[in-house]
């Protein structure tokens, strides 16, 4: 059971926009910045989003991420076959004094 | 280029040891804090230890405590994992990870902005 949680899948169609939840609690995303990877495939993670909504340089700004409360949120926009992967939310946590990571989101391109 | 290096993985029966490693280049290592992040097949990701750029603070996921030490040799640009008393469980594909930013004095943030390639390690009699 991940300390973050996010559903365990999302799905859309080429052109769609789609939004990838997670959510926290006031000792994780609550007080501290939330950090978005994904993962193809029998690859590394990548970073996507860090500190709530900041692109690290290559990002597409297909790519957006927001912050409310204790939940965050990682929305793209027009959808591509190539988005098709795994995508992690993470967050430090001030209670565990270490980070923790959502169980994922499988993302299926339609 | 940044790049990393992870070696060190194989199979190791429960109770052994095994010592992970990263080498790093393309940046002035020294200068960002470490981390190594594993995956277990068919799962997601789970953060296992990170240490500041100084080596002086050093944090570990509670399932490694005790059992897990992290080290890095600046001088060498290089991460290490020195794993013993090791579990079934922690069978997984073993992440090194650039952290953006250097610990704080009481966190370690999460922004993993570049990662190795991974080293498999499976325990398992």
């Known amino acids: 059971q991940s300390v973050l949680t996010q559903p365990p899948s999302a799905s859309g169609t080429p052109g769609q926009r789609v939004t990838i939840s997670c959510s926290g609690s006031?000792?994780?995303?609550?007080?501290?910045?939330v950090y978005w990877y994904h993962q193809l495939p029998g690859t590394a993670p990548k970073l996507l989003i860090y500190r709530h909504n900041q692109r690290p340089s290559g990002v597409p700004d297909r790519f957006s991420g927001s912050k409310s409360g204790t939940s965050a949120s990682l929305a793209i926009s027009g959808l591509r076959s190539e988005d098709e992967a795994d995508y992690f939310c993470a967050a430090w946590d001030d209670s565990l004094s270490g980070v923790v990571f959502g169980g994922g989101t499988k993302l299926t391109v339609l | 280029e940044v790049q990393l290096g992870e070696s060190g993985g194989g199979l190791v029966q429960p109770g052994g040891s095994l010592r992970l490693s990263c080498t790093a280049s393309?940046?002035?290592?020294?200068?960002?804090?470490m981390s190594w992040v594993r995956q277990a097949p068919g799962t997601g990701l789970e953060w296992v230890s990170s240490i500041s750029g100084s080596g002086g603070r050093t944090y570990y996921t509670d399932s490694v405590k005790g059992r897990f030490t992290i080290s890095r040799d600046n001088s060498k640009n290089t991460l290490y994992v020195q794993m013993n008393s090791l579990r079934v469980e922690d069978t997984a594909v073993y992440y090194c990870?650039?952290?953006?930013?250097?610990?704080?004095?009481?966190?370690?943030?999460?922004?993993?902005?570049?990662w190795g390639q991974g080293t498999l390690v499976i325990v398992s009699s």
């Open positions: 006031g000792s994780n995303i609550g007080p501290n910045y």
């Open positions: 990870a650039r952290i953006g930013f250097d610990c704080g004095s009481s966190d370690c943030p999460a922004w993993f902005d570049f």
């Open positions: 393309g940046f002035t290592f020294s200068e960002f804090a």
